[in-house]
């Protein structure tokens, strides 16, 4: 079989898998699983904007965090006015990072703008910022975070068992990940991605083609904050709490980590990355205590060192569009 027919196969395959996981996994590890997802999502949206646009932000557990928190307040009645469902919560998710990301990304991309390493100081200072705002807020719980955030229900359950099980949780959640996958992967291989790529490698010249950069820019920024909203209400909803630690430093890095390990370049990667690197955390914490974090680090380490693609990003590596070739 040729590269490019594998390549071809190798999304299908992955998708395929995770469709049948439910046949293989016991209840507990497709819990995880749908956790995960979550993650991925999460790291999906940071390889757009760090793969595709360039822009490698320390920033993205803000809005999986401003998600969460908002799934959490809405779902908990802390906020009469909107009522108490789940889809109220997702939307004003979504609209709330939305907002902030759009106003935090013309302040930082305006004129010039922040660049390399300076936009991800700055992100960064940002993160630790909101998480300390966040520990010190008690109308979201402080320190001891939201607790008791209700399950998913269902319209069509019987009013005497509402809740979703665990295989139609995870099936939904699949579903959701496999359409932000499509979505991004669309935007990747269409003109706007181009110019996103042509922005990454050359910005300058970009501009010298008269494209507005700014707007790319906050566009690509805010997309991926939308996408990261999402994965943070999907999760809290899942997990039941929301707490400080989903909206600071702790996760800003290591998401950075799970893109580097799966693959920066390629949206699926970056997603597998997050799984496999979610999931040995878990192995390599029950048996080696607190020493998992050094081997954790250790892998990262030879990961970006012999494979700067990253361990999926070079096999799932999508060929050119036509209009690129030519």
């Known amino acids: 079989m040729r590269p490019k027919s594998f390549q071809l196969l190798l999304g299908p395959i992955v998708w395929a898998g995770l469709g049948l996981a439910p046949l293989v996994l016991s209840e507990w590890s497709l819990t995880q699983l749908g956790l995960y997802m979550s993650y991925g999502i999460l790291a999906m949206a940071l390889a757009f904007i760090w ?17 969460g928190y908002c799934m959490g307040v809405v779902t908990l009645g802390r906020l009469p006015m909107l009522g ?4 109220m919560g997702l939307l004003l998710g979504l609209l709330l990072t939305f907002v902030a990301s759009f106003v935090l990304g013309r302040l930082l991309f305006h004129g010039r703008g922040l660049t390399g390493a300076y936009f991800a100081i700055v992100t960064l200072c940002a993160a630790v910022v909101v998480e300390a705002l966040a520990q010190q807020w008690s109308f979201i719980g402080g320190f001891d975070g939201l607790l008791g955030i209700p399950p998913w229900a269902a319209f069509w359950h019987d009013e005497a068992d509402p809740y979703l099980s665990t295989t139609e949780i995870y099936f939904l959640m699949l579903g959701i990940t496999f359409v932000v996958f499509l979505g991004l992967s669309y935007l990747i291989r269409s003109p706007i991605g181009t110019v996103l790529a042509a922005i990454r490698d050359n910005e ?12 790319y820019k906050v566009g690509a920024f805010t997309l991926s904050a939308v996408v ?3 994965a943070g209400a999907l999760f809290v909803k899942q997990f039941g709490f929301a707490a400080p630690s989903l909206i600071g430093f702790g996760l800003s890095t290591e998401v950075l980590i799970w893109v580097a390990v799966g693959g920066r370049n390629v949206v699926l990667a970056a997603f597998l990355g997050a799984l496999v690197v979610r999931s040995v955390e878990g192995v390599l914490s029950e048996r080696l205590g607190y020493y998992w974090v050094l081997v954790l680090g250790i892998l990262f380490i030879l990961t970006v ?5 990253g361990i999926f990003g070079r096999i799932l590596k999508p060929a050119l569009p036509k209009r690129l070739q030519e």
């Open 51 to 67: 793969g595709q646009a360039g822009i490698m932000s320390f920033g993205q557990a803000i809005f999986f965090g401003l998600g």
């Open 84 to 87: 108490d469902s789940t889809l």
């Open 204 to 215: 300058e010249r970009t501009a010298f083609f008269g494209y507005d950069i700014v707007r």
């Open 228 to 230: 990261s909203g999402l």
């Open 305 to 309: 060192v012999f494979m700067p693609s």
